[in-house]
C-alpha cells in the first residue's frame, strides 16, 4: 500500500487549513479551491472519494466531535426548528429537487431523479458548523444549524436508501419506504440509549486516561458499527451517545478531558482540512464520466438544479420559521428573546435558508450508487448525478461560503455579546468560589487535614486570583502596553516559567539531573502554564 498520496493530502490540508486562519475566506473554501486547482497539476495522485471510507470512518468521528461540542439544553430548546429542518427539510428537498431533475433532464426516470434528490438534500455538518464559528453567528441560529447538520445526515441516507431500492428495481413501495425510514431512525435512536450509558460509566471507571481516550476515540465508530449492523442509523446512534457523554462530561477525570479535548481536536482539524480537499480534487474523476451529457447542456443541468436546491430552502424555511408564530401565542412568546437576538424573524430565517452548503457527505452517497441495476443494466444517468452532485456541492460552498459573512455585516445581524457573556461568567465563578471556600474553610478545620499556613494561604490565593480573573477581563487595559490584566498576568508567567524552563536544561545539559527527571520538571512547569492560561480565559 502507497502512503504518500495520503500523506501528502493530510500534510497539505493542514498546511493550507491553517494558512486560511490568518486569511478573511474561510478555510474550508481555500481547501475546496486548492483541491480543484491541484487536481490537474502534473504528478498529483488520482484521489477517488470512496463511500465505504467516508461513511463508516470519517463521518462518525466529525458527527462525534460536533455533538459533544454541542448543547444538550439548546437543541432540547430549538426542537421544533432543528426538526422541521433536520427531517421535514430534507424529505421536502429529495422530492423537489428529484421532480426538477425529473422534468429538466430528458430521459432521466424519476426514480433516478429522486435519488439526486436525497443526495444533494442535507446540508453538511462539518461546512455549517465552520462557517458560523467564523463569522460569529448568533446563538440560536448556530444551535439551529449545528443541530440540524447532526440529524440530516440520517434522514438523508434513509430516503436515498429507499429511492435507490426503487430505482435499481426492488419493488420498493410508498408504504415499505415510510416504514423503513422509521425503523432506521427510531433504531439508530434506541441504539444510542442502550449504548450511552454503559460507555458513560466504562468512561468514569476507568483510572488510566491512555485508556480512557482510547476508548474516546472508539466510541464513535462502535456507535456507528453496531447501529448499521442491525440496519438501523449510525448517525443517529453517533448523534445521541456524543451528545450525552458532552452532557455528562464534568463526571470525567480531569485529566482525561484535558488529553480527550486536545486529541479530538487535532483529529477533527485534520479531517475536516482533508474531507475539504477531498471535495476539489475530485473535479477529474466527475468530468471523465459524464459521456453523453457534455457542453452547455449539462452546464444547463447544473445551474437548474443549483438554483432548485438554493431557492426550495427559502421555500422551507420561511414558512416553517413564521407560521408557527403566527398560529401559536404560545410560541410568539417563548420566542421573544430570540426575535430581540437576531434583531428581526425574516433576518433569521434568511441566514438559515442561505446557510445551505453542502459538502462530502452528499458526495460520498452519490458515489455509492452502483454502476448498474438488478436486470444488469447501467443505472440510469448515473454520471449526471455525479456532476450534478459535485457542482451543486463546489457551488453552495463557494457562493453561500463566500458571502455569508458579509451578508450578515448587511443585515446588520448581532453577533455574540461578549460583554453580557464575561459577566455571566464572572457571576458563575463567583458564586462557585464562595462554595469552594467554604469548602476549605470546613475541611481545615478539621485536624486530619491541617496544613502550614504557607500552604493553606496558597490555596486561598488561588482561589481568589481564580475568581477575579474574569472581572479583571471587563477592567481597564494598561494605558503603556494597551494589555489587559489578564494579558499582563499570562506573559509574566510565562516569563517566570521560561526562565526555570531554561534552568533545568542548562542543569540537564551539565549532567546534574537526566532527561527523565528533566522531563518530569517540564512536564510539571507546563501543567503549571496551562493552569495560568486557563485561569485567565
Known sequence: MDVMPLLLLVAGSAAIAAA???????????????????????????????????????????????????????????????????????????????????????????????????????PDAVAATAIA??????????????????????????????????????GATWAGGIAEFLVAALGGIVVGLVLMVPIHWLRTHLKEPLLQNTLSLLIPFVAYAVAEAVHASGVLAVVVVALYLGHRAWEVDFATRLQESAVWKMVAFVLESAVFALIGLQLPVVLEGLGEYEGLEAAWYAVAVFLVVVVSRFVWVYPSVCLPRMLSVRIRER?????????????????????????????????????????????????????????????????????????????????????????????????????????????????????????AARLRAVLERRRNAVWERLGQSNPITGETADDTYRRLAR?????????????????????????TLLRRLDLEEAAAYRETT
Do not use: C
Open 495 to 519: 516569563e517566570m516559567i521560561s526562565a526555570e524552563r531554561e534552568v533545568f536544561v542548562r542543569l540537564r545539559d551539565g549532567r546534574f539531573i537526566d532527561d527523565e527527571m528533566l522531563r
Open 335 to 455: 420566542e421573544a428573546d430570540a426575535v430581540s437576538e437576531t434583531g428581526a424573524v425574516w433576518k433569521g430565517a434568511f441566514i438559515i435558508s442561505w446557510a445551505g452548503m453542502r459538502g462530502v457527505v452528499s458526495l460520498a452517497i452519490a458515489f455509492s450508487i452502483p454502476q448498474v441495476m438488478e436486470g444488469g443494466e447501467p443505472f440510469p444517468g448515473r454520471n449526471l448525478i455525479l456532476f450534478l452532485t459535485f457542482t451543486t456541492v463546489i457551488g453552495t460552498l463557494v457562493l453561500q461560503g463566500l458571502t455569508l459573512p458579509p451578508l450578515i455585516h448587511l443585515l446588520k445581524l448581532p453577533g455574540r455579546d461578549v460583554q453580557a457573556e464575561t459577566l455571566a461568567e464572572a457571576n458563575a465563578q463567583a458564586q462557585a468560589s464562595r462554595a469552594a471556600e467554604r469548602r476549605l474553610d470546613e475541611l481545615l478545620a478539621d485536624e486530619r487535614n491541617a496544613l502550614p499556613e504557607p500552604l
Open 133 to 170: 464559528r467564523r463569522v460569529g453567528l448568533p446563538s440560536r441560529i448556530t444551535t439551529i444549524l449545528q443541530g440540524e447538520s447532526l440529524v440530516n445526515d440520517a434522514t438523508a441516507i434513509t430516503a436515498y436508501r429507499v429511492a435507490l431500492a426503487a430505482a435499481v428495481g426492488e
Open 20 to 122: 486560511g486562519r490568518r486569511t478573511p475566506v474561510p478555510a474550508p473554501l481555500l481547501l475546496v479551491a486548492a483541491g480543484l486547482v491541484l487536481s490537474y497539476l502534473p504528478g498529483v495522485p488520482d484521489y477517488h472519494l470512496d463511500p465505504h471510507v467516508v461513511l463508516p470512518l470519517i463521518l462518525p468521528p466529525l458527527l462525534h466531535t460536533a455533538a459533544t461540542d454541542s448543547s444538550y439544553l439548546d437543541l432540547r430548546a430549538q426542537l421544533r426548528p432543528v426538526a422541521l429542518l433536520s427531517v421535514g427539510y430534507v424529505l421536502f428537498a429529495t422530492f423537489v429537487v428529484g421532480w426538477a431533475a425529473y422534468v429538466i433532464v430528458p430521459g432521466l426516470p424519476l426514480t433516478a431523479a429522486l435519488v439526486l434528490g436525497a443526495v444533494v438534500a442535507p
